[in-house]
């Protein structure tokens, strides 16, 4: 049987990237991305952090004192999460990968999992050129570096992206899965965290290769069935789950701050007649129809507002999705006497047969 060609793409230090794209001004300098907790003008976590910032020991989960403190006499900037701005450039993102996938899954804001099988004919060299191609596309149209790992399989995609960062891209083809992973730490695979690996070290396991010449029985008995056999198999590498569609990667949205608060149905029309065409042009260049339409106020107290309709069929017009905006703006103003003052449009796809499809070929391979 031939192998899968999957590719894992990461983007590089994304929150952070993300900031240095809306100003370019910080590149260079260090950079913190902040969770503020709001108790005090200092506490709250690193999100994360650019790699300039990383130089000095900063680091995704540490608290943002620690990390002032890494850098006190730096010229550095710290801000705070800006989740809205990075899912818009995410979507951005997403939707050229999606382009070069046979099947794609997104996994969070900043990973998505390509199978590239079909496409490059089962080729590690055409899968290595089709990355390439990717990075090129990507900094050209947003700007932006990300990594690449290419395997037969996602757990070691996985791990062959992380090898390199920033901007890298590693292949790890099927002969030689054996050899790379031999040599890695065990916490490099998915589910190996400190306690475990501190118990696997008891057990005389301290790279990938132990782990996988380490007696299956034993491995059963000291961390339960599911988890022992997972261990026996991730340690030869050896990863059947299939790429699959994600739910979250079905839906399109956008996102915008009204010029003024208003509630005005014609003045809001305005703003979400833009966010129609912007969803309605990624949904065409993904072939798509809708058959959900969604929108979200923020109102003026702050409160959040939502409406959503289901249509009788499914929809690729972008007259019907500015009327059924409309008629949910509508509705949602009847309900409330604030004035608005972010609104959000969301469409969610059709593919019923699709996801079907891609059910039963899990089921049956
Ligand atoms: N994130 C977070 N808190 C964490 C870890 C991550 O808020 N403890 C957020 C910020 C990251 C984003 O998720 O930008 C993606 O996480 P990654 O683990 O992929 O880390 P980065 O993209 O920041 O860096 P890398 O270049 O190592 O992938
Ligand atoms: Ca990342
Ligand atoms: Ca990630």
């Given at each position: 049987?031939?192998s ?10 994304f929150f952070?990237?993300?900031?240095e794209?809306?100003?370019?001004s ?49 010229d ?22 999606r ?33 390439l ?81 380490f ?23 050896r ?72 249509l ?6 972008l ?47």
């Amino acid at each position: 049987m031939q192998s899968r060609v999957v590719m894992l793409v990461d983007l590089d230090y994304f929150f952070a990237q993300c900031e240095e794209l809306r100003n370019p001004s910080l590149r260079g300098k260090p950079v913190v991305i902040g969770m503020y907790s709001g108790r005090t003008a200092e506490s709250g976590a690193v999100s994360t952090a650019n790699y300039a910032a990383r130089t000095f020991g900063v680091k995704s989960g540490m608290p943002l004192f620690q990390a002032k403190r890494k850098l006190e006499g730096h010229d550095s900037v710290f801000l705070p999460v800006d989740y809205d701005y990075y899912e818009q450039i995410s979507d951005k993102l997403m939707l050229i990968f999606r382009g070069y996938a046979d099947v794609f899954e997104q996994v969070g804001i900043d990973e998505a999992y390509l199978d590239l099988t079909k496409r490059v004919n089962g080729s590690y060299d055409e899968a290595k050129a089709v990355g390439l191609r990717m990075k090129t596309e990507v900094m050209a149209q947003v700007g932006v570096t990300f990594s690449v790992g290419i395997a037969p399989n996602k757990l070691v995609a996985k791990i062959a992206c992380d090898e390199q960062k920033p901007d890298g891209l590693t292949v790890i083809k099927p002969s030689d899965v054996k050899p790379f992973l031999e040599r890695l730490p065990a916490d490099r695979l998915l589910g190996v965290g400190k306690k475990t690996s501190a118990r696997m070290a008891k057990l005389g396991i301290n790279t990938i290769g132990d782990l996988a010449n380490f007696d299956v029985q034993r491995l059963v008995e000291v961390f339960g069935k599911t988890l022992g056999i997972y261990f026996h198999n991730a340690g030869s590498g050896r990863d059947e789950t299939p790429v699959q569609e994600s739910g979250e990667a079905e839906s399109i949205s956008r996102i915008a701050t009204l010029k003024q608060n208003s509630r005005d149905l014609a003045f809001i029309a305005e703003t979400t007649d833009v966010l129609c065409v912007e969803v309605q042009t990624d949904l065409a260049k993904r072939g798509l129809a809708f058959n959900q339409v969604g929108i979200v106020a923020f109102l003026e107290d702050l409160t959040v507002r939502s409406r959503s309709t289901t249509l009788d069929n499914p929809s690729e017009s972008l007259n019907v999705l500015r009327e059924t905006v409309r008629g949910l703006l509508q509705r949602l103003l009847d309900g409330t006497d604030r004035n608005v003052r972010r609104i959000g449009v969301k469409i969610s796809m059709f593919r019923e047969e699709e996801k079907v499809q891609t059910r039963l070929e899990s089921y049956f391979g």
